[in-house]
Each structure stands twice: as C-alpha cells, then as structure tokens.
C-alpha cells in the first residue's frame, strides 16, 4: 500500500485558505492538518493511502500536455521506494504545475510531496501521473 504525504509551509504574510487552495491543486483530501511550527509559522499537511488523491495533479499535468517532462522530473527525484515531488506553492494557487529541483526556487517554499511505498508501488504512482 503506498503512502503519500503531502506538506507545504504557510508563512505569516500569507493567507492558509489560499494555502490550502495551492495544496488542493496536488492531492484531493478533505482532512488538512494545521500545526504551528513556531511563531506565525505553521505547516498543512495531508496523507492519503491511495494514488487516486493525487487526481488532481494528474490532471494538471494532462491539461498542460507536460507528462514526458514531468516523467523525467520524477525518475530523477526517485530513490527506491521513495519518491519527492517539490511544487513551486505560487504556481499552484493559479493551478499550473511547477515543479522545483530544490526549495529555494520557491520563494515561499514548495508544497512537498513524499510517496513512499514499494519500488512496484511508485513506479505506479509515476505511470498514474504520467501516463495516457
């Protein structure tokens, strides 16, 4: 069963509904949840044991037509039965897919996504992403 996490950093100057939009862009869940990590600085997260929460990052890349890129973005960031996929947070609110090699490219910081399952499994979750 593969499990995906799914973070992203809400700093002071910005708006955790707007947050949330950005994060929604990339996995489909209902349950956020907000920690305070220290003063004014918090982190939503959201977990989810199945490839389907991640529909809507599917279909972003679909609508942008960048799956061979994305593809390459994602055997690149691969190690083993782990699989980061870092989000640039200001492209998402606007629901385009944007994806960054390190956090400093977001200014804002990434939303972060970890998939961690078997080798089998995230070779899955690539194929559900990029696939036809």
């Not at 003063?39 to 939503?44: D, F, N, P, S």
């Not at 960054?100 to 070779?123: A, F, H, M, W």
Request: with cysteine; aromatic share 4%.
């Amino acid at each position: 069963m593969v499990e995906i996490v799914a973070e992203v950093e809400v700093r002071p100057t910005e708006d955790l509904d707007k947050v949330k939009k950005a994060l929604s862009t990339a996995i489909s869940v209902t349950d956020f949840v907000v920690e305070e990590i220290a003063a004014g600085y918090r982190v939503v997260r959201a977990k989810c044991t199945s490839v389907e929460c991640l529909e809507p990052l599917r279909n972003a890349i679909k609508a942008q037509q960048i799956g061979p890129a994305v593809r390459s973005y994602l055997h690149k960031h691969w190690r083993g039965g782990a699989l980061t996929i870092l989000m640039h947070k200001q492209a998402a609110y606007a629901g385009k897919v944007s994806l960054v090699d390190s956090e400093r490219e977001s200014p804002l910081g990434p939303i972060r996504i970890e998939v961690l399952g078997t080798e089998e499994e995230v070779n899955g979750v690539v194929e559900y992403l990029t696939g036809e």
